[in-house]
């Protein structure tokens, strides 16, 4: 039982390069999650999931855009990389049981726009 | 607008006793989550208060005051391995967690 797991680890990119950021989960959870954490900043939420096909706009969605093809997936793109984009990307993933539940997080993605 | 406010950084001796602070402002509360971040890691959920009162599991307990907008952690025998942030963090009306900075805990010997 992986948890949650998230690739790359580290990228480096140019201004203007685009990527994707994929998060798995194997605990058939619900509600997934994309956050950025930055310096002196609490996590800020880019975008989430309350389920497969599903999607929708967090705090700071503003130059990504996000895909929930498969329940156990999450893909956060960037197409067009800048350098406010660098940061410490974590996902996390919940069940859905129509209250509180608790987010567990993969290890994160740090990434560096140059 | 909605607000989490937390100490940025504490020191404390290995087998002392810590008491981290988080007052907070939201729109709604559906209860307050405490999680451990260890630097370069995932943050780790630790503890969720939704009612007044104290929480203990056992060296970490949190205490929440839904009227005065208030909560801590409590860490009791330190330990070197304590040395983390310590988030804290609102679920919002909407269930959305809104979330503190972080209050980076130094454990010295």
């Known amino acids: 039982n992986a948890g949650v797991t998230q690739t790359p680890k580290f990228r480096v990119l140019k201004t203007g390069q685009s990527m994707t950021l994929l998060c798995a989960q194997d605990m058939n959870h619900e509600y997934m999650y994309w956050y950025r954490q930055d310096p002196g900043m609490g996590l800020r939420l880019i975008h989430y999931s309350v389920g497969e096909g599903t999607t929708a706009k967090g705090e700071v969605p503003d130059g990504y855009n996000v895909s929930r093809l498969k329940k156990q997936n999450f893909l956060l793109g960037l197409e067009s990389a800048a350098p406010s984009q660098t940061s410490v990307y974590f996902c996390?993933?919940?069940?859905?049981?129509?209250?509180?539940?608790?987010?567990?997080f993969g290890p994160g993605t740090r990434l560096l726009v140059l | 607008g909605q607000n989490i406010d937390q100490p940025t950084e504490m020191t404390a001796t290995e087998g002392a006793i810590v008491q981290i602070n988080c007052t907070y402002q939201?729109?709604?509360?559906?209860?307050l989550f405490w999680y451990q971040q260890h630097a370069g890691e995932a943050p780790t959920f630790l503890s969720y208060n939704v009612l007044d009162g104290l929480e203990e599991k056992g060296r970490f307990s949190s205490f929440l005051s839904r009227s005065k907008g208030y909560s801590y952690l409590l860490l009791k025998e330190l330990q070197m391995k304590d040395s983390a942030s310590y988030l804290c963090?609102?679920?919002?009306?909407?269930?959305?967690?809104?979330w503190g900075a972080g209050t980076k805990l130094i454990i010295k010997p």
């Open positions: 939201t729109s709604g509360f559906n209860g």
């Open positions: 963090a609102v679920m919002d009306s909407n269930y959305q967690l809104i």
């Open positions: 996390a993933s919940s069940h859905s049981s129509g209250g509180v539940e608790t987010q567990y």
